[in-house]
């Protein structure tokens, strides 16, 4: 679950930090559920990542939550571009 909640918050910085000028500011909110941990068919599971996106807009919008745990922290530099080759 935990590395599904990185990528889910590397996937909401890159959005958070590039520039869309006809859009001005562009941010996302996303839930995240894993199987078999917090459901036991598609559509359960989709219900629980559901669940979790509104607790993520609930709670401020911008963040990444999972339907059992508080919104993940946002550790990416938004201030610098999108680099999907790098580590960091």
Known sequence: ME???LV???IRSA????PVPEAGEVTA???????PMHAET????????????????????NKVCSCDAPPIPNVFDET???DPVSTN
């Open 3 to 5: 590395a599904a909640g």
């Open 8 to 10: 889910a918050e590397k």
């Open 15 to 18: 959005i958070a930090s590039t």
């Open 29 to 35: 909110s996303l839930g995240v559920a894993t199987f």
């Open 42 to 61: 598609e559509a359960e599971l989709i219900s629980m990542a559901d669940q979790a996106l509104y607790a993520a807009k609930r709670s401020g919008r």
């Open 80 to 82: 610098q571009p999108y």
